[in-house]
Each structure stands twice: as structure tokens, then as C-alpha cells.
């Protein structure tokens, strides 16, 4: 078997050192991934965005259609905690609360009331059970009765 030159050997040589440091480079660019992977599983309300034109994009930049639920519903659950209303504003607020109260004691139906505010008769019956609005009718014919004698209810 023939012996290789030195200058063989040497050719050799470099060429494992230059495929020594490719696989170095690749060695470092996959814990750098690992590191990253390790870092999105400890805090998952803080995903980065994939860079512009990576898998998952929708092609505008850091806006990612893989994350964005992830990241909307993560945002949610924090308003949420620091006490927040999530949707629209509620429609029967105190003020109207009373106001139904009141006409109600003053003998409107609850049809009635909601057909002017443009709402559902369920939109007042979330505020009042049907036993409150039957005391509250009760309540205002009583006082009615106070002014009006003839009025008073027969049991």
C-alpha cells in the first residue's frame, strides 16, 4: 500500500479543521435554538414573532397568524386578573336598573318597558326575577292604594 505525501496529509488536515468548524458553527446555532425553545417554554405570554417571510407569518412583519391567538387570549386572561370587563359595555347599568324598578312599581309590564329602550323583556328579567317584579307591582299598587282607598288589594 502506497504511503501518502506529506502534502496529502496536510490537505487532509485542513479539510477536517474546516468541516470541525462548520459543525462547531452548527453546534452553536442549534443550542441557540434550544435556548430560545427553553426560554418561549418558561414564558408563554411572551412568544416572539417570527421574523418576516418564517413558516406561520402572514407576511407582515411580527405578525404571526400562529401566535396571535395564543398571544390575544394570554392578553385576556391579564385584563381579566387586574379586574376588566371583557365585550360590549352592559346596557342595564344602576341607573336603569332603578328606573325599570320604578316603572314597574308604577304598573308598566316589563314588555312594555323593554319595547321602549328597544331591548328583550330577558334584558330586565337578568336584573329581576319574576317574584321581584310581582313584588315590586305589589309595592306600587300599595302606595297607590294609600292615595286611593279603592284600589286596595283584596286577599
Known amino acids: 500500500m502506497p504511503r501518502k505525501s506529506a502534502s496529502t496529509a496536510q490537505a487532509y488536515l485542513a479539510d477536517l479543521k474546516v ?5 462547531a458553527r452548527r453546534l452553536d446555532e442549534l443550542s441557540a435554538l434550544i435556548a430560545s425553545i427553553e426560554r418561549i417554554e418558561a414564558s408563554p405570554t411572551n412568544l416572539p414573532a417570527p421574523p418576516p417571510g418564517a413558516p406561520g ?8 397568524t400562529r401566535y396571535h391567538g395564543k398571544r390575544t387570549s394570554d392578553g385576556m386572561h ?3 386578573k387586574r379586574g376588566k370587563r371583557l365585550g360590549a359595555p352592559l346596557f342595564m347599568d344602576e ?3 332603578k328606573e325599570a324598578a320604578q316603572r314597574i312599581k308604577a304598573g308598566e309590564s316589563v314588555a ?3 319595547e321602549s329602550w328597544g331591548k ?10 319574576k317574584e321581584d317584579v310581582r313584588r315590586l307591582r305589589e309595592e306600587g299598587l300599595a302606595e297607590t292604594a294609600d292615595i286611593r282607598p279603592e284600589l ?4
Open 19 to 23: 468541516q470541525r468548524a462548520a459543525t
Open 78 to 80: 391579564a385584563a381579566k
Open 95 to 97: 341607573a336603569r336598573i
Open 152 to 155: 286596595r288589594l283584596v286577599r
Open 57 to 64: 407569518n402572514d407576511g407582515r412583519a411580527g405578525h404571526s
Open 112 to 114: 312594555q318597558i323593554a
Open 120 to 129: 328583550s323583556r330577558q334584558t330586565i328579567y337578568k336584573h329581576f326575577s
